[in-house]
């Protein structure tokens, strides 16, 4: 089975420009997570998602940020405009939540940006 | 929002050594505690978690040692090998909100 896919992998953007981070989730898990990570700060949870209800989005940084969720297999990410403090590896995850939940979270390889 | 603080930063043990990583949390809301590993240019993945209800868990050469009382926890890495060398981020939940750890950078000398 396919694991989570992020798109794109890399992306150098200038300041000032509209970034799009793309989502597609493990088929039949019912959350979604979006996480940023840097070396100063780790892994912070910006938002995320039960069955494409945005929960807690308490950790998205500032009205720049925007996170949707459309349907059960699709998430975007969007940063406008984007500030060289914005480059950070975005991270998307899943999981099956429920009876049978084992809390796991599965992880996409990451979407490297960087905003000069 | 760092609910969960991670200790050492970086680590560096010798082939055969014991890795050990510390963990305190905050919240006792929290019932999951699992630990992830991360190799460069990659996300995240599971090693190993625990739940409250038991003070240890061991799967392989890695273990959690879990205190409630004091809310900490920690990873072992038993006969540690050079390819254990990675990023290991504990973390905490409560239902879907899971906060992690700044991270451990391990290097295992051969």
């Known amino acids: 089975d396919a694991g989570v896919i992020q798109s794109p992998r890399h992306e150098v953007t200038e300041m000032g420009q509209e970034v799009t981070l793309r989502c597609k989730p493990i088929?039949?898990?019912?959350?979604l997570f979006w996480y940023r990570q840097t070396m100063m700060r780790g892994l912070e949870l910006l938002i995320y998602?039960?069955?494409?209800?945005?929960?807690?989005d308490s950790g998205m940084p500032e009205d720049r940020f925007s996170a949707k969720m459309p349907n059960a297999s699709f998430s975007t990410l969007k940063i406008q405009p984007s500030e060289p403090r914005d480059s950070a590896v975005y991270f998307c995850?899943?999981?099956?939540?429920?009876?049978?939940?084992?809390?796991?979270?599965?992880f996409g390889e990451g979407s490297r940006l960087t905003v000069l | 929002q760092q609910q969960v603080k991670q200790s050492p930063q970086s680590l560096i043990v010798q082939k055969g050594g014991i890795s050990i990583i510390n963990c305190a949390y905050e919240?006792?809301?929290?019932?999951?505690f699992p630990w992830y590993q991360q190799f460069p240019g990659k996300g995240p993945a599971l090693l190993i978690a625990?739940?409250?209800?038991?003070s240890e868990k061991k799967e392989g050469r890695f273990t959690i040692s879990f205190n409630k009382s004091a809310k900490q926890f920690s990873l072992h890495i038993m006969d540690s090998q050079p390819g254990d060398s990675a990023t290991y981020f504990c973390?905490?939940?409560?239902?879907?909100?899971?906060?992690f750890g700044a991270g451990t950078r391990l290097t295992v000398k051969p």
């Open positions: 998602f039960n069955n494409n209800v945005p929960i807690d």
């Open positions: 088929s039949g898990h019912n959350s």
């Open positions: 625990i739940r409250p209800d038991v």
């Open positions: 919240n006792t809301a929290f019932d999951y």
């Open positions: 973390a905490a939940s409560n239902n879907n909100d899971m906060r």
């Open positions: 995850a899943s999981s099956l939540t429920g009876t049978a939940n084992t809390g796991e979270l599965f």
